[in-house]
């Protein structure tokens, strides 16, 4: 069970991550 939420919170910290860069990259240009 807290498997299951520790891969929630991780799956949510990587895309937060990614989406944080994609917002940077899009206003760079």
């Not at 807290?2 to 760079?28: E, F, P």
Request: proline content about 0%; charged content about 20%.
């Amino acid at each position: 069970m807290i498997k299951i939420v520790l891969t929630r919170i991780d799956d949510r910290l990587i895309h937060g991550q990614i989406t944080a860069c994609w917002v940077k990259h899009t206003q760079a240009q």
